[in-house]
């Protein structure tokens, strides 16, 4: 039985996913501020700051399930989106305790508009993300 534990945590580490790994799924940035003038130079409407764990399921889940979707990259085209970790430098505001977390940040003001913390399925992160952009059309 010990055994049987010993390998199912094994595996399911090997399936977990690092900040690295899922930037390069999402054809993300790696750096917050490289974001924001990416943001500025390619005139998007905000970043999507997206801070993950090393060898957190639920992080892979949210890259895999929820961020790589079809319809959820669509709703992404006017964002930056930058994958850190969480032990990463980050400012303050930003800061997480839980993983993953998701911030939609005006680049102009480089403040967060829309948060949440841990795994968001697709159909509720398109809520996130028309939440998001109505907050930035307010402040327009």
Known sequence: MKTVMILAILICNLMA????DAAQI????MNLNTAFK??????KKMVLLVVVKDHCNWCKMMIHDTLKDAAIQENLTNMVTVVVDINGKLPDEFKATITPAVFF???KSKKSVWENVGYVKKGSFLI???SA?????LQE
């Open 133 to 137: 952009n109505e907050m930035i059309e």
């Open 38 to 43: 990416k943001a500025k130079d390619e005139n």
């Open 105 to 107: 940040i005006d680049p």
């Open 26 to 29: 999402l054809g993300a940035e």
């Open 17 to 20: 996913i690092t900040a690295q």
């Open 128 to 130: 996130d993300i028309i």
